[in-house]
């Protein structure tokens, strides 16, 4: 079976217990307007061109066989992609001798996934760590993701699905025993804002985290503090509100805003307005924060403890 992924990261130590190797998957049902992996949201392995790494020396022109790259302006030069006519035949990237023009993602088989996984089997052991699917998120290609999954549990390695839920309750339940942990992104509760900051309604999220709170796995709620969007007040109180409300032991973690995804929009040459000038929170400021979490009885995961 095949399945489209952007990453292999290995020896991570923040996807969950000990270390692991995180498996990055393409595609996102979500469009939070402060992604930190833009090349993770289309499915499709789509062709990035970063104009800092650019010579101009044309080279990917002469090798384009469909006319589908032009260049724009003098100074700054640019390489502009058409698109539409781009048939994703690699030979531009082939030429680029500065890694200008790159893919964001590859097919790959899952034979291929589970060798490069099991390479640091060892490293699990010994740190009681595994392998993490994260992404993009993958639920958006969820037999792909059960075919990888049951091969690590096979093998007895311990999985951590990292999602944002947004999926049929269907997959939910056939994710349910391939997984260790479930660490579940929560964002926004106000359903207006959710729609307004990831372009789709949290109804199914919230749905499909009180199912899961119920069914007994272990389950990490984690909540991005993204400035002037999830960290406020009024969000947080509403969540931990809610978590409460489902009546079960909850774990929650705070995720400090990280400010690198700017480097990488400025890298993709893409104007980003909602993260610019956003800055990381103080320790102080989280710790109020989780207290207020604290204080509807949901237990606190966090580093700064
Ligand atoms: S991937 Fe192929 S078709 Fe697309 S721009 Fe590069 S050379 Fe042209
Ligand atoms: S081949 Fe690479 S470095 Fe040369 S012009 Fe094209 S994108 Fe720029």
């Not at 060892?122 to 999954?149: R, W, Y």
């Not at 985290?209 to 969007?229: D, N, Q």
């Not at 960290?231 to 973690?253: H, M, Q, R, Y």
Request: hydrophobic share 40%; proline share 6%; glycine share 8%.
């Amino acid at each position: 079976m095949k399945g489209t992924i952007f990453d292999i990261k290995r020896f991570a130590v923040h996807d969950g217990p000990g270390i692991r190797s995180t498996l990055f998957f393409k595609g996102c049902p979500l469009k939070c307007l402060w992604c930190h992996n833009p090349e993770g949201i289309g499915l499709c392995p789509a062709l990035w061109y970063f104009p800092t790494k650019c010579i101009g020396c044309r080279l990917c022109l002469e090798a384009c066989p469909e006319d589908s790259l032009s260049v724009q302006g003098e100074d700054p030069f640019y390489i502009a992609i058409d698109k539409k006519s781009c048939t994703s035949c690699g030979k531009c990237v082939q030429v680029c001798p500065t890694g200008a023009l790159e893919f964001d993602g590859k097919e790959i088989d899952h034979t291929e996934v589970i060798a490069e996984l099991l390479k640091d089997r060892s490293f699990f052991e010994e740190s009681k760590g595994g392998v993490t699917l994260s992404g993009g998120d993958p639920v958006l290609q969820p037999e792909f993701a059960f075919q990888i999954l049951g091969e690590l549990k096979a093998e007895g390695i311990h999985t951590v699905l990292e999602s944002a839920l947004f999926c049929s309750p269907e997959v939910l339940e056939q994710f349910i025993p391939l997984v260790d942990l479930f660490l579940a992104d929560f964002k926004v509760f106000s359903d207006e804002l959710h729609r307004k900051f990831t372009g789709v309604s949290n109804l199914t999220i919230i749905r499909n985290i009180t199912y899961l709170l119920h069914s007994g796995k272990e389950v990490l709620i984690r909540i991005p503090l993204i400035p002037l969007h999830t960290a406020t007040n009024e969000n947080l109180t509403a969540i931990a509100d809610f978590l409460k409300s489902t009546g079960v032991p909850v774990k929650c973690e705070l995720l400090n805003y990280n400010p690198l995804a700017v480097s990488k929009y400025r890298l993709l040459n893409i104007d980003n307005k909602a993260i610019e000038g956003l800055k990381p929170f103080s320790i102080e400021q989280i710790k109020t924060w989780e207290e207020i979490i604290a204080s509807r009885g949901i237990e606190i995961v966090s580093e700064n403890q």
